[in-house]
């Protein structure tokens, strides 16, 4: 499914936040020039459920949600905005 015509430009950027409540974090940020995510899409995997009249048109935003929770992450996606922030908590392993 094609949610965009024409040329996109996509930037990929990762960066960390230090905090003190938490000790940090690395946030993956993916930015395109495009009309963003379809707000359907969006509304569906932040209720954390599908119902007939609220549903996503595809499964790739929710593979992505179900991925980042189970990596103890927050997966962060506005209507209207074709920004997707991934944030995570480096693990204490990779210290």
Same mark, same amino acid.
């Given at each position: ?13 990762v960066?960390?936040e ?11 940020? @993916? ?5 963003g !995510?379809?707000?359907?899409?969006i509304? &569906?995997?932040?209720a954390?459920?599908? *119902? #007939? ?6 499964l ?7 991925? @980042? ?5 927050? !997966? ?5 905005n &074709?920004?997707l922030k991934?944030?995570? *908590? #480096?693990?204490?392993?990779?210290a």
């Amino acid at each position: 499914m094609t949610h965009n015509d024409g040329n996109v430009e996509i930037t990929v950027s990762v960066t960390t936040e230090n905090t003190d409540s938490d000790g940090g974090s690395v946030v993956l940020r @993916v930015d395109d020039d495009a009309n963003g !995510l379809p707000a359907l899409d969006i509304e &569906a995997v932040k209720a954390g459920e599908e *119902t #007939p009249l609220n549903h996503a048109e595809g499964l790739a935003l929710w593979c992505l949600e179900w991925t @980042v929770t189970k990596s103890d992450g927050e !997966l962060l996606v506005a209507p209207n905005n &074709a920004t997707l922030k991934v944030q995570m *908590t #480096p693990s204490s392993a990779a210290a």
